[in-house]
């Protein structure tokens, strides 16, 4: 496993995971790639020429960051690297507190950002048709 700056070719060559098909539609608009490349804190992990995943942070304003992940479909073979990557990017951060939102019926998605640290900010009551395509989302936070 590589980890790499992220860059929009990397959006663009991941093959997402059946939980995230939903997003493909806003990840393939023109320029979208490139906003998250210019945001900085966002980088790649790749086995081989293998895009697995794509994750960042996209600052809101001083202290506050929403943190993104996408991640391919051969990303369960590589979980251990993946979230020992994106562990160690999330505890080098100097934002006070990094949220994170996670489609409500993906229980894996879930259970992942609270190995991550995070904390379910909206339990039993997701924010109501949060994505593009109308899907309900937990809102989650982790806050140093």
Not at 41 to 58: K, P
Not at 65 to 88: D, E, M, T
Request: proline share 5%; aromatic share 12%; with cysteine.
């Amino acid at each position: 496993m590589q980890i790499v700056r992220f860059t929009p070719a990397h959006l663009a060559a991941l093959e997402l995971q059946d939980a995230q098909i939903h997003l493909s539609s806003e990840l393939t608009r023109p320029g979208y790639g490139d906003m998250l490349a210019a945001a900085g804190q966002s980088f790649s992990a790749l086995a081989g020429d293998r895009v697995v995943c794509v994750a960042g942070l996209l600052p809101q304003w001083e202290g506050r960051a929403i943190a993104w992940a996408l991640l391919s479909r051969q990303a369960g073979r590589y979980f251990l690297p993946v979230h020992r990557a994106v562990h160690g990017f999330l505890a080098q951060s100097a934002f006070r507190r990094v949220e994170a939102f996670v489609d409500a019926e993906f229980s894996r998605g879930c259970r992942w950002l609270e190995m991550l640290g995070f904390d379910n900010e909206t339990p039993g009551a997701p924010m109501r048709k949060y994505t593009p395509d109308g899907k309900d989302c937990f809102l989650y936070a982790r806050v140093k």
